[in-house]
């Protein structure tokens, strides 16, 4: 049972996966806060267009 204990202990895959799911979540969190200020650009612009043409 110890040496199990001990195999997982030296096994390192998991934190591997944790370090690569958050640099991840990171990116993501990053693309929506840049998409959102972006978004609200896009909409000015196109509000302005509408604003002209009618």
């Known amino acids: 049972m110890l040496s199990i ?3 997982l ?5 998991g934190a591997t996966a944790i ?3 958050l640099i991840a979540s990171l990116i993501a ?3 929506i806060t840049a998409m959102g ?3 609200t650009k896009i ?3 196109l509000t302005n267009v509408s604003n ?3």
């Open 5 to 7: 204990f001990r195999s």
């Open 9 to 13: 202990m030296k096994n390192d895959r």
């Open 19 to 21: 370090e690569y799911t």
């Open 29 to 31: 969190v990053a693309a």
């Open 37 to 39: 200020s972006v978004g």
């Open 43 to 45: 909409q000015g612009v």
């Open 52 to 54: 002209s043409m009618t």
